[in-house]
Nanobody
C-alpha cells in the first residue's frame, strides 16, 4: 500500500482546510486509516481515524467538534475536514494505514505511513 497525502497549506486561525489521503496498491488489506501529526519539538500525536468496513471513527480530544474524518471507498481515499483551525493545530500531518487494527489510535498500530503534509495556522 502506498499513501499520497495532500491539502496542507497556510491558513489563518478560524479558517478551514481539507486534507486528502489516497491509497494505492493492495488497498484491500487496510483495516483502518487515519491521521497523526507532529509539531516542531513535540511528539507525534493521534488526530483521527476511520475503520474501512464499519466506519468506526475516533478523534483526539483536541480536535473533537472541529475536525471530521470521512472516506470514499471507491477512490480509496480518506479526508480530514478541519474547521475552526487554531495556531496549535500547526504541524506536519501524516496519513497512516493499519492492517491489523480495527480502530487505529497509536503510532505503534500503523503499518504504512504516508509522507507528511504541512499545515500552518497563523494568528
Amino acid at each position: 500500500v502506498q499513501l499520497q497525502a495532500s491539502g496542507g497549506g497556510l491558513v489563518q486561525a478560524g479558517g478551514s482546510l481539507r486534507l486528502s489521503c489516497a491509497a494505492s496498491g493492495r488497498t484491500s488489506v487496510s483495516v483502518a486509516m487515519g491521521w497523526f501529526r507532529q509539531a516542531p519539538g513535540k511528539d507525534q500525536e493521534f488526530v483521527s481515524s476511520i475503520s474501512r468496513i464499519v466506519s468506526i471513527t475516533r478523534y483526539a480530544d483536541s480536535v473533537k467538534g472541529r475536525f471530521t474524518i470521512s472516506r470514499d471507498d471507491a477512490k480509496s481515499t480518506i479526508y480530514l475536514q478541519m474547521n475552526n483551525l487554531k495556531v496549535e493545530d500547526t504541524a506536519v500531518y501524516y496519513c497512516a494505514v493499519a492492517m491489523k487494527q480495527l480502530v487505529l489510535q497509536r503510532p505503534s498500530e500503523v503499518d504504512v505511513w504516508g509522507k507528511g503534509t504541512q499545515v500552518t495556522v497563523s494568528s
